[in-house]
């Protein structure tokens, strides 16, 4: 996996297995996999979703180890306070979040997929989804770009929060 530069993603591929297993743990109890729609084009198409990976936590210091392991990315503190009248700064925990996306986030999910096991299907969605051009954005077919929604529809089904679609959607 290369970067438009050219610049392999090295550090992602040096991880051993034991950090790789304990990442991959980290995204199926604290992450999410998931695209991000893209933006139009200037020929009015749309642009191929973007991948993403979360893991949300409240150890920041396990956010910033997960910036400096990985290498890519990007990590940060979020919900610092209340925000509904119900809530008080007396018992609220602050949350914080690592992101990881584009081909970085192709690289990581391919990495800790075989240690995955709640996220293994949208990890595998993921993967099949077609990823050409600068930033998803060019150079895709009709039935590229078709083949990716339909993927994107299938994850945001399993990230939905409740029952899941029975059955619950394959992978591509």
Same mark, same amino acid.
């Given at each position: 996996?290369?970067?438009? $530069?050219?610049?392999?993603?090295?550090?992602?591929?040096?991880?051993?297995?034991a950090t790789t297993a304990?990442? %991959?743990? &980290?995204?199926?109890?604290?992450?999410?996999i998931s695209v991000s729609p893209g933006k139009t084009g200037k020929d009015g198409q749309p642009h191929l979703p973007t991948p993403i990976v979360l893991i949300v936590n409240g150890?920041?210091?396990l956010i910033r180890?997960?910036?400096e392991v990985i290498g890519y990315g990007c990590s940060y503190e979020t919900k610092t306070r209340p925000k509904?009248?119900?809530? $008080?700064?007396?018992?609220?925990?602050?949350?914080?979040?690592?992101?990881?996306?584009?081909?970085?986030?192709? %690289?990581? &999910?391919a990495k800790c997929r075989p240690y995955l096991r709640e996220k293994r299907r949208q990890a595998d969605l993921v993967l099949s989804m077609p990823s050409k051009g600068k930033a998803?954005?060019?150079?895709?077919?009709?039935?590229?770009?078709?083949?990716?929604?339909?993927?994107?529809?299938k994850i945001r089904a399993l990230n939905r929060r409740g029952l899941k679609p029975d059955p619950i959607p394959e992978a591509a």
């Open positions: 996996m290369t970067r438009r $530069s050219g610049e392999t993603y090295d550090q992602i591929a040096g991880l051993d297995i304990y990442l %991959a743990g &980290l995204i199926d109890a604290d992450g999410t150890d920041l210091e180890w997960l910036k509904r009248p119900d809530q $008080s700064d007396s018992n609220w925990n602050k949350v914080h979040r690592y992101q990881l996306g584009g081909r970085a986030a192709i %690289a990581f &999910l998803f954005a060019v150079v895709a077919t009709v039935e590229q770009r078709a083949r990716a929604f339909e993927a994107m529809e």
